[in-house]
């Protein structure tokens, strides 16, 4: 018995998210247009900060130039995820 | 004569995010994000395991030759740092990413950006550390970390750092603290989301009387992370102002103290302990009962017990300084401390014992990676209390003792915890049954490994072997024990050569694990294996400690008859 066959039934009390009224084809793209909006939205920005991060630190290893580098990409990475629109 | 003119179909370009690869390195599914946490975990391993194979291979005979000390320092140095800082904490950390948010009824992490931005840290903090092999120092070796794990000052300022009497300028102690700092940030940021998910994020009617014990445990453990990481941070930090702005924090010649950097290092250092054994206890809690058929027997107690544990291990950290010069009240305090911890710990061990006892045990690989961790474990905890006691501590201190009991806490333990874990779960995140059979086989392995390598150490440490030595002359009756232990290890690898094997073939071509293949009671079990991305289209809503157990069998529900 899977979540997607039953999911008002763990407890014996009705579900929390009430499903919409109407025909199948309505009711698959009301579903869809849920599953959109409740799914985590995808960023680059963790990724691109980690990463600058490591070129900041690999900077203070072997040369200031990379370090200052390194800190401009930090920077970037940080006012970047910031602007992100969500 | 009419024409048709077939008008050109208009095609989108993929976005990054669509393709496979975007797709993982734009995750913020907390899914995704656990498999990579645990995926790069095991491979960080497979490094520390090769690691521990080089050294035990060092050691196996008496003046050996396969590693020379600059090498050996490095190697047992980066095999502590890696299985604890890149193994042990990021699988766990991957498990409490893929299960927490299923388990609570919730649909992802409080914060999804700041959870992919933990993983990633990790990643590149591991691989930053690595890459420290591939520069070569003015003392003609690699910059690897090669101080020990705890990098003990004086020994990591820059006139001592490169091990070579008279060269300095070496970086290996920068490798270490740059990297720490940077898997500090990850820590911070993994376990503020595990408190904000955990305490804002649960389903309806999950009070935190009600949340599964790996939750608990979890939640926990990220109140220890947030305490503890702020003093080795520290430490790092004034290491760094020590070795590059000419500081004095930790060199006695100048007024400094070298004891405060081992104040600091290991009053984050135990706490780090139960923040490595925490989450095993959680996840050993959640598979005993679903394979004994019973509700776990005493919660309130593990749960408590747990923070008891916690507050606790911040009050014991200078038992692994006695042979410092403690002056007797503090050593009386500390003693004291550590031998209090071990009545939380003997709490959750009597109620495991109390839960197995009177069920239908099916002894599955889940399971009986469980039992073999409260038996390991077991060990660990009686000769940790041991070294509590200060005369017995004066004896064995740095010695092989003390790598025996550390090994029977974090590997007879922990890691006996995360493949008990890695059996149960998997299933769920892939859709697939790992072999039961294989299993077996490699859970029996690794009992007779982990005993064969780690129970002669008691012996070499009572004789007198100390540790971090990189060779022992062969007259001091060390011969025989050393290469016991070093079979042992070989043993542990091939057991884990038999997990990679079922894990390969299992992924393949393994049953079909269904939704529910254990008959499990917690809400994970309530979705699609492996789960929609959004977890749950409804939110479900709990009314006992085993909401998906009450789903299965309404007319015996737990909440028609517990109070909880």
């Known amino acids: ?86 | 004569m009419a024409t048709i003119v077939e008008r050109p179909s208009v095609v989108r370009r993929r976005r990054f995010g669509e393709t496979y690869i975007g797709s993982w390195i734009m995750t913020t599914d907390h899914k995704k994000i656990g498999i990579m946490y645990i995926v790069t975990g095991f491979f960080a391993f497979l490094v520390g395991g090769m690691e521990a194979l080089l050294i035990r291979t060092q050691l196996a005979i008496p003046n050996g030759h396969v590693l020379g000390p600059e090498v050996y320092n490095e190697v047992f140095t980066m095999h502590g740092t890696t299985m604890i800082f890149l193994f042990v904490m990021p699988t766990l950390a991957g498990f409490g990413n893929y299960i927490v948010p299923l388990m609570i009824g919730a649909r992802d992490m409080a914060f999804p950006r700041i959870n992919a931005f933990g993983y990633w840290l990790v990643l590149f903090g591991a691989l930053f550390l690595n890459a420290s092999f591939l520069f070569i120092g003015p003392n003609g070796f690699s910059s690897a970390p090669n101080g020990g794990w705890f990098y003990y000052a004086p020994l990591s300022e820059q006139q001592f750092g490169c091990g070579v009497a008279g060269v300095v300028g070496c970086v290996n102690a920068d490798f270490w603290a740059l990297g720490i700092l940077m898997l500090g940030i990850s820590s911070i940021a993994g376990s503020l989301n595990f408190v904000v998910t955990i305490l804002r994020l649960r389903a309806p009617g999950m009070t935190m009387n009600r949340i599964p014990l790996f939750t608990w445990m979890t939640l926990i453990t990220a109140f220890l992370l947030l305490f503890a990481l702020p003093s080795v941070t520290a430490a790092a930090g004034l290491l760094l102002l020590d070795r590059h702005l000419g500081t004095h924090f930790f060199q006695a010649a100048f007024g400094g103290d070298p004891l405060l950097w081992q104040h600091l290092f290991w009053s984050f250092g135990h706490p780090e302990v139960y923040i490595l054994i925490l989450p095993a206890f959680g996840i050993i809690s959640e598979v005993l009962p679903v394979f004994s058929r019973k509700p776990i027997f005493g919660y309130t107690f593990i749960a408590w017990s747990g923070v008891a544990i916690g507050f606790l291990s911040f009050t014991v950290w200078a038992h692994h300084m006695f042979a410092v010069g403690l002056p007797p009240i503090a050593q009386a305090f500390f003693a004291t401390s550590t031998t209090l911890i071990a009545i939380p710990t003997a709490v959750k061990i009597f109620n495991w014992v109390a839960t197995v006892y009177g069920g239908k045990v099916s002894l599955k690989a889940p399971m009986l990676f469980a039992l073999g961790f409260i038996a390991m474990f077991l060990i660990g905890g009686l000769n940790g209390a041991a070294l509590a006691v200060v005369p017995f501590d004066y004896q064995v201190t740095d010695t092989y003792f003390v790598v025996s009991h550390l090994h029977y806490v974090l590997f007879g333990g922990t890691v006996f915890g995360i493949f008990a874990g890695f059996y149960y779960w998997f299933p769920k995140m892939t859709g697939k049954l790992l072999s039961d059979g294989w299993g077996q086989v490699q859970f029996w392995l690794m009992l007779i490994g982990v005993n064969l390598t780690f129970f002669p150490m008691h012996i070499l440490g009572i004789l007198g072997m100390p540790r971090r030595i990189y060779t022992y002359p062969g007259n001091l009756g060390y011969n025989e024990l050393n290469l016991m232990a070093s079979v042992g290890a070989f043993i542990i690898a091939l057991a884990i050569l038999v997990f990679m094997y079922n894990v390969i073939v299992s992924l393949r071509s393994g049953k079909e694990a269904g939704t529910d293949p254990w008959d499990a009671f917690t809400l994970e079990w309530d979705t699609p294996s492996p789960p929609k991305v959004y977890n749950f289209l409804s939110i479900p809503v709990v009314r006992s400690r085993r909401p998906f157990y009450d789903k299965k069998n309404p007319d015996i529900a737990d909440w028609k008859t517990a109070t909880h």
Do not use: C, N, Y
Not at chain 1, 1 to 17: A, C, F, K, L
Not at chain 1, 37 to 47: D, E, L, M, N, T
Not at chain 1, 68 to 77: E, R, S, W
């Open chain 1, 1 to 86: 018995m899977s979540e997607e066959q039953d999911q008002s039934q763990v407890s014996g009390q009705p579900q929390r998210t009430p499903a919409k009224a109407g025909g199948s084809k309505s009711k698959s793209k009301s579903r869809e247009a849920r599953e959109q909006a409740i799914s985590p939205q995808q960023s680059v920005w963790p990724f691109v900060l980690a990463i600058a991060l490591v070129v900041l630190l690999i900077g203070f290893i072997i040369h200031p130039i990379v370090l200052g580098i390194g800190v401009v990409l930090v920077a970037a990475a940080i006012i970047g995820w910031g602007l992100e629109r969500r």
